[in-house]
């Protein structure tokens, strides 16, 4: 579904530049739930963005469902994000219109898209069937339906709680059936039960949609709940948590403390050009800092990293 390859990003602000991105490089299977983390300035959010359209490398390859994103069109990149990307926000408020219903909120991008229900995959329904909806307002219904909000058709946004908001915004990214739904901090603004909550909501729409899911966030305790997190570090890829088994229950209570990372390996990741990160935990538990030279050396199929001086 994704293919990253050397994405650089480079903001200039007069004589000042900034790089958001260092040859990160990233691949995401079709159907996959997965979560990038990052602590904040670490380049996680400016990679969402590209990947949603709302952004442009300045060198590198981004691919997105067999698709060159640096060679669209403007008019092709408003056909992508209307599409084949669905997009909610960590803040509420700009995932959803204030004086509209979360049933008007919904039906929005059908109609910008101008969007054909009728041609659409049927939607899971709560009582295991199929739902083939004939109108935009059938269809907002169903998928409000699906994310638990039967009840809340026709609320406002000051009217819903933060989990409702972000449970709106994600039938909203699902409106026009897009292959690929990303998140950014979609937990930041609810408390622990509300995120076991939406977490959920995610694993569930992945296993019934096999929509591509992809999670940005900051805390280690969201992403436990995929099979596979990336972590980037300085605007590369360092690291990879992969989980063998994954469940809800594999998540705990996300009120003890518990961050869920204990059944997770953790894998450095070797970019192209033979660079690696080495966790920063790590190095401070040697106490090593600064640009300290290494020796290497190969011993039983193992690279051993040896400080070798100032």
């Known amino acids: 579904m994704i293919v990253c390859e050397n994405l650089v990003k480079i903001y200039k602000t007069g004589e000042i530049e900034v790089v958001a991105l260092q040859g990160l490089d990233l ?25 949603g359209g ?27 994000r209307r599409r084949l990307v669905g997009f909610v926000w960590q803040n509420p408020a700009r995932n959803l219109i204030p004086y509209l219903s979360a049933l008007e909120n919904v039906e929005i ?18 009582d295991g ?8 307002r059938e269809r907002a219904s169903a998928l409000l339906s699906l994310v638990g909000l039967s ?19 994600i039938a909203i990214a699902l409106a026009n059936n897009p292959p690929l739904l990303l998140a950014d901090e979609p937990t930041g ?85 033979g660079r690696i990160q080495l966790p920063r935990e790590y190095l401070e538990t040697l106490g090593i800092s600064g640009k300290q030279a290494f020796r290497t050396r190969l011993e039983n199929g193992s690279i051993i990293l040896t400080p070798g001086g100032d």
């Open 27 to 51: 691949t995401v299977e079709d159907g996959e739930l997965m979560a990038i983390i990052g602590s904040s300035g670490s380049g996680k959010s400016t990679l969402l963005n590209m990947l």
């Open 54 to 80: 709302l952004d442009t490398p300045s060198a590198g390859q981004l691919q997105v469902a067999g698709k060159n994103l640096l060679a669209f069109t403007p008019k092709e990149m408003i056909e992508y």
């Open 109 to 126: 991008p059908m109609a910008l898209a101008s969007i054909k229900p009728a041609e659409l995959p049927p939607l899971p329904s709560p």
């Open 129 to 136: 069937t199929q739902l083939h909806a004939k109108t935009v």
């Open 151 to 169: 009840h809340r058709l026709n609320s406002r946004l000051t009217e819903l709680s933060g989990g409702e908001q972000q449970r709106v915004a």
């Open 189 to 273: 603004a609810v408390d622990s039960k509300t995120t076991k909550e939406i977490l959920g909501l995610f694993q569930r729409l992945n296993e019934a949609l096999g929509i591509t899911i992809v999670i940005v966030t900051h805390d280690s305790l969201v992403s436990s709940f995929v099979k596979r997190a990336i972590m980037i570090r300085d605007g590369r890829t360092s690291s990879e948590f992969i989980r063998q088994e994954v469940s809800l229950a594999d998540i705990g209570s996300l009120d003890d403390g518990d961050n869920g990372l204990g059944q997770v390996e953790e894998f450095a990741v070797a970019d192209k050009a």
